[in-house]
């Protein structure tokens, strides 16, 4: 099993920056394929970002390209992502996921395990 626990979200301005963290529980971790999905009101959940098992292969969704970075440190068991010139359009739920098995890293079907989620809430 699996545990993932977000933190780090709040409130920011636009232009400002938040990090995100992922706390995994489980040995595997490692061998995860991690990633960053958000949700808005009334809005379908959403990729942001997505991490290989290396921590080598980074992918964003096209909205955050530039903004955001994704990354991992295996040896704390812990997904970061870095936001920065934060939009408003950027607030949302943000979930972290983790799948065991090779996956469409974009595909929130493809993830077997999420977080309870973090806000972030961006004021214009």
């Known amino acids: 099993q699996v545990q993932l626990v977000e933190s780090g979200g709040g409130l920011v301005q636009a232009g400002g920056s938040l990090r995100l963290s992922c706390a995994a529980s489980?040995?595997?971790?490692?061998?995860?394929?991690m990633a960053w999905f958000r949700q808005a009101p009334g809005k379908e959940r959403e990729f942001v970002a997505a991490?290989?098992?290396?921590?080598?292969?980074?992918n964003y969704a096209d909205s955050v390209k530039g903004r955001f970075t994704i990354s991992r440190d295996n040896a704390k068991n812990t997904v970061y992502l870095q936001m920065n010139s934060l939009k408003p359009e950027d607030t949302a739920v943000y979930y972290c996921?983790?799948?065991?098995?090779?996956?469409?890293?974009?595909?929130?079907?493809?993830?077997?395990?999420w977080g309870q989620g973090t806000q972030v809430t961006v004021s214009s």
């Open positions: 996921a983790a799948s065991l098995r090779p996956a469409i890293y974009y595909n929130l079907n493809e993830y077997g395990y």
């Open positions: 991490i290989n098992r290396s921590g080598l292969i980074k």
């Open positions: 489980g040995r595997t971790f490692s061998s995860q394929l």
